[in-house]
């Protein structure tokens, strides 16, 4: 028999009528308590599982859907932060004491994807996604060197925080965008005609478009943070955002609407979509991890 997780009554606050729709189950679950800080959830289908970072205690966990089970997946694991999976279905993870972006392949064998941009040492990568061409964009701000908590402290070699991209097949790291103070979660609309991107200087999400190329244009503020910072967020189907902040996780309409919250009882850090039909929301708070059925379903996975 499965213990059944804590829930929590009441998880929603409706800002705007519109929110209603979105709502499903009236619990928020907390699935696991015990890190230090967690951050960069991802599901992976194939396996029915969840994998998380926790930073500081230098370990991904995994959490399993069928028994409920947390476990140490990878540890040491380089401070891991976000996560994602490639087009094959293969980890990619930010690394900040690795100072590095990572990836997982199939045998298991870890392999670099980035670690320097023009010769010097990436800061601290912190969030990653990947284009449906098999690119890999990523933030590079520096907490995971400002510290030795959640890294290693060190000076930065590039002297900024900026948002990159590499293709795995010749491994060239290119600039992405400069004009970011402080780089943090990141995420492409479903026609990936557009990227959103945290900028944790002013405290806001801004819009680029990407060309076919991938040239990042605009950049225009598409919401700004009322409680808290934004970190790490995803879109649903119908292009919402939900994204971490100070006192849950803000659910944006495409039109940059704050349509509501999820009530959680810490910081948020970051969120996915899971579960078989990719409407179960999983949340990261600082400690713990949480999940709640929702009537709306997540653009991911893009596995081929
Ligand atoms: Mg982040």
Redesign the pocket.
């Known amino acids: 028999m499965l213990p059944a997780p804590t829930s929590l009554p009441d998880p929603y606050e409706e800002r705007d009528e519109r929110f209603a729709a979105c709502q499903g189950d009236t619990r928020l679950e907390v699935l696991f308590e015990g890190a230090r800080f967690a951050?960069?959830p991802v599901y992976v289908p194939a396996g029915r599982y969840l994998l998380f970072s926790d930073i500081p205690n230098d370990r991904l966990l995994r959490w399993d859907e069928c028994s409920g089970a947390v476990s140490v997946f990878r540890s040491p694991a380089g401070h891991p932060?976000?996560n994602t999976l490639d087009r094959q279905g293969r980890l990619v993870t930010c690394e900040h004491s690795g100072r590095r972006v990572s990836r997982t392949e199939h045998d298991g064998r870890v392999t670099v994807l980035a670690e320097r941009f023009g010769g010097k040492r990436l800061n601290s990568p912190?969030?990653v996604v990947v284009k449906s061409d098999g690119t890999v964009w990523f933030?590079d701000p520096s907490y995971g060197i400002a510290s030795d908590f959640e890294g290693v402290r060190g000076e930065s070699e590039i002297g900024a925080r900026n948002l990159y991209r590499v293709d795995p097949a010749d491994g060239r790291v290119e600039l992405a965008a400069a004009n970011l103070e402080i780089p943090?979660?990141l995420a492409f609309s479903a026609d990936e005609r557009r990227l959103f991107v945290?900028d944790n200087g002013p405290n806001q999400i801004r819009a680029f478009d990407v060309a076919e190329d991938g040239a990042l244009s605009g950049g225009e503020t598409f919401a700004t943070c009322t409680n808290g910072v934004f970190?790490?967020f995803r879109l649903d189907r119908d292009g919402r955002l939900w994204a971490?902040a100070g006192d849950g996780v803000h659910c944006l309409d495409p039109d940059g609407t704050l349509l509501g919250r999820i009530r959680v009882p810490e910081l948020v850090?970051?969120v996915v979509f899971g579960g078989p039909r990719r409407n179960r929301l999983f949340i990261c708070g600082a400690t713990a991890l949480y999940s709640i059925h929702l009537a709306v379903n997540g653009l991911e996975p893009m596995i081929d």
């Open positions: 951050e960069g932060n976000g912190n969030d933030s943090n979660g945290v970190d790490g971490a850090s970051n």
